[in-house]
């Protein structure tokens, strides 16, 4: 793709005005067009929920899994042809609540994923249930005596259960999130990126100005391949006390790389076995 333009759809996103997933979608573009990825290399899937609507204005080649469920669909292309980018947006609810099993697995195994987590605290697209990522104490229609969950930290999650290349961004920083979108790509492995994004429908607590003052860039002194350091840096969350950044980043192979079976070519050029089941159908039928 030389041009924005192009990877735009005929659908009118239908988000709420000022959400936080318009810039996530204007950074995804820019990096696509500065990177041209297209649909000969890059393939997109996402989950169910606010987040997953991105799909429908990006003109890319894309699948929408069940909620909780862009991993599992994720790896299975990479299997097949893992020359392709691809790219897993998920929700918080749906990434670490319904398919929190999977994001862990495909960290511990490393595959080569860009997963970008659109985090809002919130079941958003079911009019705003607290979420995985929602503070303790946190009221919403699903908690309206506060949360009585602690939350779960993306960041410290990722880098615990083995993710090479954690990064956490806040959506309105457009230009940083393009920049840590790319790194994340050009990882080799699995690359978790975690975005704070405002609902501004639901969530009046997590807002840009939220975001604005109390969150902070780590800094040159940051050692991304020191685990314990990028583990106790993803602790911090408090007033001015939220920091961006990529936390970790390591050299390891990655899954894929790992596997024999992908060391020549991709399954795809492998012709599948031409099997005849007409017996076997006779048999069950
Ligand atoms: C297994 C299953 N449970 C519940 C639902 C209903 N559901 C659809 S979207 C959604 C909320 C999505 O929230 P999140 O993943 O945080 O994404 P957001 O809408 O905030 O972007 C829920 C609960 C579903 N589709 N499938
Ligand atoms: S409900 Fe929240 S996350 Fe969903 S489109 Fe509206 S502002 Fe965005």
Redesign the pocket.
């Given at each position: 793709m030389s041009k924005i333009e192009e990877l735009n759809t005929n659908i009118f996103p239908t988000w709420c005005p000022g959400c936080g997933?318009f810039a996530i979608l204007s950074a995804f573009k820019n990096a696509a067009v500065q990177k041209g990825w297209d649909n000969s290399n890059t393939v997109l899937v996402a989950?169910?929920?606010?987040?997953?609507?991105i799909l429908n204005f990006i003109k890319l080649t894309s699948f929408e899994g069940?909620?909780?469920r862009s991993i599992p669909v994720a790896t299975g292309i990479k299997l097949a042809n893992h020359r392709l980018n691809v790219f897993c947006f998920?929700?918080?609810?749906?990434?670490l609540?319904?398919g929190g099993n999977h994001l862990v697995h495909a960290c511990r195994r490393n595959h080569d994923l860009t997963v970008l987590i659109?985090d809002?605290g919130?079941?958003?697209?079911?009019t705003g249930?607290t979420?995985p990522t929602a503070p303790h104490g946190f009221k919403s229609k699903s908690t309206p005596l506060g949360n009585p969950d602690y939350p779960v930290n993306p960041v410290a999650l990722a880098i615990a259960s083995g993710s090479t290349f954690v990064a956490r961004v806040y959506a309105a920083n457009i230009p940083k999130l393009t920049e840590i979108i790319i790194k994340a790509n050009e990882h080799k492995g699995m690359s978790v990126v975690d975005i704070l994004?405002p609902?501004f429908t639901f969530n009046k607590e997590y807002t840009n100005q939220f975001y604005q003052q109390n969150t902070y860039w780590l800094g040159e002194d940051h050692d991304p391949i020191n685990k314990e350091v990028a583990f106790k840096k993803a602790q911090e969350w408090g007033e001015k006390q939220i920091p961006l950044g990529i936390f970790y980043q390591v050299e390891k192979p990655s899954f894929e790389e790992d596997l024999p079976q992908l060391k020549e070519k991709t399954l795809i050029e492998d012709a599948p076995l031409q099997r005849d089941l007409t017996e076997l159908f006779k048999k069950y039928s």
């Amino acid at each position: 793709m030389s041009k924005i333009e192009e990877l735009n759809t005929n659908i009118f996103p239908t988000w709420c005005p000022g959400c936080g997933n318009f810039a996530i979608l204007s950074a995804f573009k820019n990096a696509a067009v500065q990177k041209g990825w297209d649909n000969s290399n890059t393939v997109l899937v996402a989950g169910i929920g606010c987040h997953g609507n991105i799909l429908n204005f990006i003109k890319l080649t894309s699948f929408e899994g069940l909620h909780g469920r862009s991993i599992p669909v994720a790896t299975g292309i990479k299997l097949a042809n893992h020359r392709l980018n691809v790219f897993c947006f998920m929700g918080d609810g749906d990434g670490l609540g319904e398919g929190g099993n999977h994001l862990v697995h495909a960290c511990r195994r490393n595959h080569d994923l860009t997963v970008l987590i659109h985090d809002n605290g919130l079941y958003s697209l079911t009019t705003g249930q607290t979420s995985p990522t929602a503070p303790h104490g946190f009221k919403s229609k699903s908690t309206p005596l506060g949360n009585p969950d602690y939350p779960v930290n993306p960041v410290a999650l990722a880098i615990a259960s083995g993710s090479t290349f954690v990064a956490r961004v806040y959506a309105a920083n457009i230009p940083k999130l393009t920049e840590i979108i790319i790194k994340a790509n050009e990882h080799k492995g699995m690359s978790v990126v975690d975005i704070l994004q405002p609902c501004f429908t639901f969530n009046k607590e997590y807002t840009n100005q939220f975001y604005q003052q109390n969150t902070y860039w780590l800094g040159e002194d940051h050692d991304p391949i020191n685990k314990e350091v990028a583990f106790k840096k993803a602790q911090e969350w408090g007033e001015k006390q939220i920091p961006l950044g990529i936390f970790y980043q390591v050299e390891k192979p990655s899954f894929e790389e790992d596997l024999p079976q992908l060391k020549e070519k991709t399954l795809i050029e492998d012709a599948p076995l031409q099997r005849d089941l007409t017996e076997l159908f006779k048999k069950y039928s």
